[in-house]
């Protein structure tokens, strides 16, 4: 009897044992300023931050290091767009690998999920896809407890107010279109835009909505809301799509639907649209956080663009998509503010380094991308309100102060895109399919 | 409106009952739900597109690869998990969602999780009665409608399909009279597989394919077959018309946003009040 | 007199982990957190589905029930902890009458359907209804945290989870625990042989939701955020059913154990593989782990224990 329990209390301690074995690997000496990506690993959206993450840091290095000589070292952690995945991550990133700043390729709820962990450990962090207005509210109203967070990325209502002046100067004067039906998904990034479009839309351009469908991102067949769509007659359809994108852009082009459609396409961000939708875009426009692809490139960007695509080569995305430069200069930002401050620690004082940042990129002596935040109780002047943290963005022509907070492109039948609007950064003119009349 | 609610339905109808049918051959044959069904309706559009649009070979070989990958797929779950756990439906239901979980992981990995549109099987837009239809989804509808036609002749005039009834009736009854079920289990998995990798194709054709477009094609089978009762093909055919117009109607009518829960209410209704399904037979 | 003997072994294992902080580190923890939540989930549907035998595919139903109760009403009307955690709880047993009237009705795989579509219904009108009090597809975030740190988060979820574990063992063992599992066995012979099902199923579905809601309403306040896709989702669902069978179903301990190898197996694999193929691996282990031994590793223990025994005594 006492054997046998001696034998099982032995083999108990064994199991135990072999867990705490199965602990975190040993945290790396304490030399190297450590960043941590979150975003997922295998997406183009995640790539894109990875990537764009990857060659800042690299030029970093190879420049000779940062506060003193130390060198850089990045550790990633996955999120599968999943949002348990993602607190997981956080929590990876700053209690085994003690991180010093965060830079993430996070999505909506991806972002919320983490913004929590993030308030506990208080690691500085930017983030360059998301662009919810709500985790900047919480910025704005709750500063001491956010201010380590930094969007590079300008929010979603700056960017419906730029789409409203597209719909003025393009869709309303140029196209002379009046009336139109919003085809919204049901999410809450859907719902936040048709939100601010539906107040601006009629009163700023003129334009009337006649129909706002709102449909589930599981839809298999587009065909009866298209058929709902042309039946109250409108001059175009403003598409909102985020989730699943390429099902109603490709279903539109495979039932020639005889309505012009713009808006926001996730799915026409990147240059593989193309080739995903097999040759299918001709004719469809969305709005894009700059810099776009299709745009005409500073320097800079140039030079970034360049070293992406011989580390990448074919492997996709092919050029990053906006997230990918914003986490590029977002990381110089960062580690330039670092340096006046001395580190990311204390985080006060990192936290105002951050908030002087100014990093103006000309392109033939024209301001064309500006890395800027807008400080605690600044206010942008045609909205109103406060965007504290957010990227300095500019939505009054002619964007002296800014690069707007976004710009429209466009896929042509040939499988080129281009900006057409606005006029300082285009350089394509706006088309509608070949079948619309 | 009318006309249009009509043909869009009904196209779409012929879609979902050529998306369960492959389900229902199993839950009938064997008992058992295959949470993996979903899988092999991925597994055929990935082949598709793999073969069709990035070995840009012509679509008749590409679609006879996809549906040979969807059989190899059926035969090999059949063989490997379900004579393991044949005895418990639910073990075969626990490790046929894994594999479906398996399946997305490599499916991430061969092809990234970026979403991918299909070409067209055939390009182009018919107006029926003034309503505008794409041509594939209209041949997506022949074909299926065709298999499925085929499908009750294989099942009600040769050897080969009475014996899979008479196992799908009664096994122990089967197994006197001759027939080796798990031989008949084994042609029904295959034959699962094949016509779960054509829809898959067609599938595609009008949504996209992306590593999670397993989920959804699977609740929807399992709709059609929980509505249509098990054990009858004529049955699901109808549910998937069911659940074919009234997604229509609701997308079209009622509000678009709503179209998913209308569905599981439905499987809920059904269940409630007439638990073998509204064609099924005397059984649970 | 057996059950005094095995309760050593609770102590053994409640002393072992209540040491761990001082052994490993914060970084760990913080993953036994996340094991610890999966198992109070785990052991709710192994009272419910291991027990008695009705399959629950849509358990996150009842988690998610609990969850969005105590988030709204701590986000939106700022109700305290400590009375919107067991508003939450009740929420969720009177949630739990949805699967319990199923029952009466369905077994087997027609049952775990029915689950299923609750769970997609109630993910579907989070988003579709009210999108101002439930935050729509985001959900909420920035929700009131009970207390901050991974060790005391460690040992609060250690606590609870302990707890739930050693009553619920305990209460298999009682004659209830046995006529629980007669249901399971051949439920018409149980209702002939004098038992009232009904009664007993509906204490099981009730006691099931009763751990998921105290699971899913601390859950929800440990992560501070809550979002339809991440509780109403087929993978969190996967790990719940994975992390009961693999372990043993039916077994209390199963499920613990199924929920901190299921956990630290996705973890321990990160550093090697942090890409995709980390899924890939994860997934292949455990097809194989249900492949091998679907009674779960408590049956592999189990006859090793045997093993062990028998060799103790021809000594």
């Not at chain 1, 951050?354 to 600044?378: F, H």
């Not at chain 2, 409608?145 to 009475?162: A, C, D, N, S, Y």
């Not at chain 2, 709709?223 to 549910?239: E, F, P, Y």
């Not at chain 3, 901050?148 to 988060?153: Q, S, T």
């Amino acid at each position: 009897m006492k054997i046998k329990f001696a034998l099982k209390a032995f083999l108990a301690a064994a199991v135990i044992m072999s867990a705490y074995t199965i602990a975190a690997p040993a945290s790396a000496d304490e030399d190297p300023v450590v960043v941590g990506f979150i975003g997922s690993f295998d997406s183009d959206v995640g790539k894109s931050t990875l990537r764009g993450a990857e060659i800042a840091i690299e030029e970093l290095n190879e420049a000779g290091g940062v506060l003193g000589g130390r060198q850089i070292k990045l550790v990633k952690a996955d999120t599968r767009e999943d949002v348990a995945e993602g607190i997981k991550a956080y929590e990876y990133l700053n209690e085994v690998e003690k991180v010093d700043f965060i830079v993430s390729g996070s999505i909506d709820d991806v972002s919320l999920g983490w913004l929590p962990r993030m308030t506990e450990y208080r690691t500085p962090t930017l983030d360059t896809w998301t662009s919810f207005i709500g985790i900047i509210d919480k910025v704005v109203e709750d500063y001491d407890k956010y201010k380590m967070y930094f969007m590079n990325v300008a929010n979603d209502y700056a960017l419906a107010m730029l789409y409203v002046d597209f719909g003025k100067d393009i869709l309303a004067k140029k196209m002379q279109w009046k009336t139109v039906v919003v085809l919204q998904e049901d999410t809450a990034f859907g719902g936040g835009v048709f939100e601010l479009i539906d107040q601006l839309l009629a009163p700023e351009a003129k334009i009337e909505i006649v129909d706002h469908i709102v449909y589930d991102v599981n839809t298999v067949d587009f065909a009866p809301i298209y058929s709902k769509a042309v039946q109250a007659t409108p001059d175009f359809i403003y598409l909102i799509s985020s989730v699943r994108s390429q099902v109603p852009s490709s279903q539109y082009v495979k039932l020639q639907v005889p309505l012009p459609m713009t808006g926001i396409n996730v799915a026409a961000l990147g240059m593989e649209f193309w080739g995903d939708t097999g040759g299918m875009g001709g004719g469809l426009s969305t709005l894009s956080p700059i810099p776009s692809i299709g745009i005409d490139m500073d320097d800079r960007s140039k030079a970034m663009l360049a070293k992406y695509q011989a580390k990448h080569g074919d492997n996709r995305p092919v050029v990053p998509h906006f997230n990918g430069f914003n986490a590029y200069f977002g990381i110089y930002n960062a580690f330039a503010a670092a340096e006046r401050a001395g580190g990311f620690a204390p985080l006060d004082k990192w936290v105002t380094e951050m908030e002087n940042s100014d990093t103006k990129i000309y392109k033939d002596g024209e301001l064309w991308l500006r890395y800027a935040y807008w400080k605690p109780g600044e206010i942008e002047p045609r909205t109103e309100r406060e965007y504290t943290h957010n990227i300095k963005f500019d939505i009054t022509p002619p964007y002296e102060d800014g690069a707007p907070s976004m710009v429209v492109i466009q896929w042509y039948t040939d499988g080129s895109v281009k900006v057409v609007y606005p006029e300082k950064y285009a350089n394509g003119d706006f088309s509608v399919p070949p079948w619309v009349k | 409106m009318l006309s249009q609610i009509l043909i869009q339905g009904f196209l779409l109808s012929g879609l979902y009952g050529l998306l369960a049918v492959g389900f229902t051959m199993i839950f009938s044959v064997g008992r058992v739900l295959n949470l993996a069904f979903g899988a092999n309706i991925m597994i055929g559009g990935y082949v598709y597109f793999a073969l069709a649009q990035e070995a840009a070979l012509p679509k008749l070989p590409s679609f006879i690869g996809a549906v040979l990958a969807g059989v190899a797929f059926g035969v090999v779950t059949y063989l490997i998990l379900v004579r393991r756990f044949r005895d418990d439906p639910i073990a075969v239901e626990i490790s046929t969602l894994i594999l479906a979980v398996v399946m997305q992981a490599l499916i991430v990995m061969i092809f990234s999780p970026a979403p991918r549109s299909m070409w067209p099987l055939l390009p182009g837009v018919a107006h029926i009665y003034g309503v505008a239809v794409s041509l594939n989804i209209v041949l997506a509808t022949v074909v299926s409608w065709v298999v499925l036609g085929g499908l009750l002749v294989f099942v009600h005039k040769t050897h080969l399909g009475r014996a899979i009834r008479a196992v799908s009736m009664d096994p122990k009854g089967a197994t006197i009279s001759g027939i080796d079920p798990r031989q008949i289990s084994l042609v029904t998995w295959g034959l699962s597989g094949a016509l779960g990798a054509m829809a898959g194709v067609f599938l595609a054709t009008y949504t996209q394919l992306d590593p999670g477009m397993w989920v959804f094609p699977l609740i929807t089978a399992v709709a059609v077959v929980i509505v249509g009762g098990i054990g009858s093909i004529i049955g699901s055919l109808i549910a998937a018309h069911i659940i074919g117009f009234m997604e229509t109607i609701t997308t079209t009518v009622i509000a678009a946003e709503l179209r998913g829960v209308f569905t599981m209410l439905l499987i809920i209704i059904v269940l409630l009040v007439v638990p073998k399904g509204l064609f099924g037979r005397e059984e649970i | 007199m057996g059950v005094l003997v095995s309760l050593r072994w609770w102590l053994v294992f409640g002393v072992g982990m209540c040491l761990l902080p001082l052994v490993v580190s914060t970084g760990t923890l913080r993953i036994l957190v996340f094991a610890q939540f999966l198992a109070i989930f785990a052991m709710s549907w192994d009272i419910l589905s291991g027990r008695t035998g009705y399959i629950s595919f849509g358990h996150p139903f009842l988690i998610g029930i609990a969850g969005y109760t105590t988030a709204m009403l701590t986000y939106h009307l700022g109700v305290p902890l400590y009375f919107s955690i067991p508003a939450a709880v009740v929420a969720t047993m009177i949630g739990s009458i949805f699967f319990f009237i199923p029952a009466l009705r369905t077994r087997g795989t027609y049952f775990a359907v029915v689950t299923l579509a609750f769970m997609e219904v109630l993910y579907h009108l989070m988003q579709v209804v009210q999108p101002k009090l439930t935050g729509g597809t985001r959900g909420l975030s920035g929700l009131p945290t009970i207390i901050l740190g991974a060790v005391p988060n460690y040992y609060l979820s250690f606590g609870v989870m302990f707890v739930i574990g050693v009553g619920l063992w305990l209460l298999i063992r009682t004659r209830l625990g046995t006529a629980l599992s007669t249901i399971r066995m051949d439920e018409d012979a149980a209702r002939s042989s004098g038992l009232n099902t009904t009664k007993l199923k509906l204490f099981a579905f009730m006691l099931s939701a009763f751990v998921a809601g105290i699971g899913g309403a601390l859950y929800t306040h440990y992560l501070g955020s809550i979002a339809p896709r991440g509780i109403f989702d087929i993978s969190f669902l996967f790990s719940i059913l994975i992390a009961a069978l693999i372990g043993g179903a039916g077994t209390i301990v199963g499920p613990i154990m199924g929920a901190y190898f299921l956990t630290l197996l996705l973890e321990f694999l990160r550093p090697y593989l942090p890409g995709p193929e980390r899924y890939l691996i994860y997934g292949a282990i455990t097809l194989l782990a249900y492949y091998y031994a679907p009674k779960g590793f408590h049956n592999i223990f189990g006859l090793l224990w045997q093993r062990l025994g028998a060799l103790g005594r021809r000594e």
